[in-house]
């Protein structure tokens, strides 16, 4: 099995996304964070690679065949803290109105990112040998005949310490994350569809932790393909990467933020992963995501920042959602 990927840049990968989704061809892909490279070919392309993935079915696994170890060593509270204030710097001086903010966490662990995989319980699956695995409970884009769909997913709370999810739907501050995130995503996708209609706001989903399950809120977004995108999933996704909901709002004005505030590279977490089965073209925002270089495992996490943020809060809220899915 050969474990070198043939990386492309992301303008091949459009190219022959285009090529393929016209051909209804079916491929599956992954694209970095800044929308610059990553790799793209057929599912049994795929397999030769040792590419592993299940995009969609959240199929439920069977349990480790030995008890997890997973220590985390995040950056220091203080380091943390400098970020946030940065950030929230920006926030007041009217360049941004809310910025996801991430940082590196280092974990030990006993279990390799191909075992972790292999029994993780998400929608989005993933897994590039030597390099790193993903388990996401968010979809960027679904995409079957000319609709398209999205479901922004922006606000978390311990289901521990939060019985009920209202306890989510009426927080100010993840209210306001939220709804900013909403109008993000619908305006991206006006670039390439109209009409555009919200059709669920604010629905709340459990997911499963190994450390206790979180409340996790989100929205359905969806239009009707302009002519010129119909087919086009390359053209698409060079309209809208990267993605809102890991970025900010304005975007534009967000990212530079991020990259000054941030001082590491993000590289494939928050970008994006799919699957095009000949109809069904159904993508995930590659969050939840642990990365391997020469022995060292990483886990890299955040959440959106706005004027209401509380910085011990945000903190909590990055250790918390390095977890294992299972």
Not at 45 to 57: N, R, T
Not at 280 to 305: A, C, H, P, W
Not at 307 to 325: G, H, M, R
């Amino acid at each position: 099995m050969n474990s070198a990927i043939p990386w492309m840049s992301f303008e091949q990968i459009c190219s022959t996304m285009d090529e393929m989704g016209n051909s209804q061809k079916p491929f599956v892909f992954f694209v970095d964070y800044k929308a610059k490279f990553g790799w793209i070919g057929t599912p049994e392309e795929a397999q030769v690679l040792g590419i592993k993935y299940d995009i969609g079915s959240n199929t439920h696994v069977s349990k480790a065949n030995k008890t997890p170890i997973f220590n985390k060593i995040p950056i220091s509270e203080a380091s943390y803290f400098e970020k946030f204030n940065q950030v929230q710097k920006s926030i007041r001086r009217g360049d941004s109105f809310l910025i996801n903010l991430t940082a590196p966490t280092q974990i030990e662990s006993n279990m390799s990112i191909e075992e972790i995989y292999t029994i993780a319980q998400a929608r989005y699956k993933l897994l590039v040998p030597q390099h790193f695995t993903v388990f996401s409970p968010e979809c960027f884009i679904q995409i079957e005949a000319n609709k398209i769909k999205s479901f922004p997913m922006k606000g978390t709370l311990a289901v521990a310490n939060h019985s009920s999810p209202d306890n989510l739907m009426n927080d100010v501050k993840e209210q306001a994350e939220h709804a900013t995130i909403v109008d993000l995503i619908r305006n991206d996708l006006s670039q390439v569809a109209f009409p555009i209609q919200v059709e669920k706001y604010k629905f709340i989903d459990q997911v499963k932790t190994h450390e206790g399950d979180l409340w996790q809120m989100s929205s359905l977004i969806s239009g009707e393909l302009l002519d010129e995108f119909t087919g086009n999933f390359g053209k698409i996704l060079s309209q809208l990467l990267p993605a809102g909901s890991i970025s900010g709002a304005p975007k534009s004005a967000t990212l530079k933020i991020i990259d000054e505030v941030e001082a590491y590279s993000r590289g494939f977490y928050t970008g994006i992963m799919g699957l095009f089965d000949g109809h069904l073209f159904d993508s995930g925002v590659m969050i939840r995501y642990i990365e391997t270089r020469e022995n060292q495992m990483t886990y890299k996490s955040g959440g959106g920042i706005t004027a209401f943020s509380d910085a011990k809060k945000e903190y909590q809220e990055l250790i918390q959602k390095v977890y294992l899915p299972f």
